[in-house]
């Protein structure tokens, strides 16, 4: 089963980067803090999939675009983090469609080879 919220040192082994480094992308990005859900007693964050995946995108940003942090922030601040979250929403979406359309398929499979059994059974009777 999915977690539904990850710590700082999980998201930053999923992302291959210091836990450092994510602490950083958080204080230098301030959209990004502000979605960032904390621990009932306050003691550590808890990370959504939104935020990973706006963690994925800084990374991006940083390592494909060369754009420096500040840029980066710049992008967030003007609409880019609506911009990722909504991307995300829209591909777990498109997952959950595409799951669902499998899961058909291979139950139709299941009856299809059935039916052939049947009738391979009804033609060794004739």
Same mark, same amino acid.
């Given at each position: 089963m999915e977690k539904a919220y990850l710590r700082r040192a999980e998201v930053a082994k999923l992302l291959g980067v210091p836990a450092s480094t994510i602490k950083h992308w958080e204080r230098s990005i301030t959209t990004i803090d502000k979605n960032i859900r904390r621990?009932?007693? &306050? &003691?550590?964050?808890?990370?959504?999939?939104?935020?990973?995946?706006?963690?994925? *995108?800084?990374?991006?940003?940083?390592? *494909?675009?060369?754009?420096?942090?500040? *840029?980066?922030?710049?992008?967030f601040n003007q609409g880019g983090l609506k911009e990722v979250i909504s991307s995300n929403n829209k591909n777990d979406r498109d997952k959950e469609k595409t799951k669902t359309e499998l899961e058909q398929k291979m139950k139709l499979k299941v009856e299809l080879e059935e039916a052939i059994e049947r009738l391979e059974q009804l033609k060794a009777l004739l």
């Open positions: 621990s009932a007693n &306050g &003691g550590y964050r808890l990370y959504t999939k939104e935020n990973i995946a706006c963690f994925e *995108e800084v990374q991006r940003l940083l390592s *494909e675009k060369r754009l420096s942090i500040k *840029e980066v922030a710049d992008y």
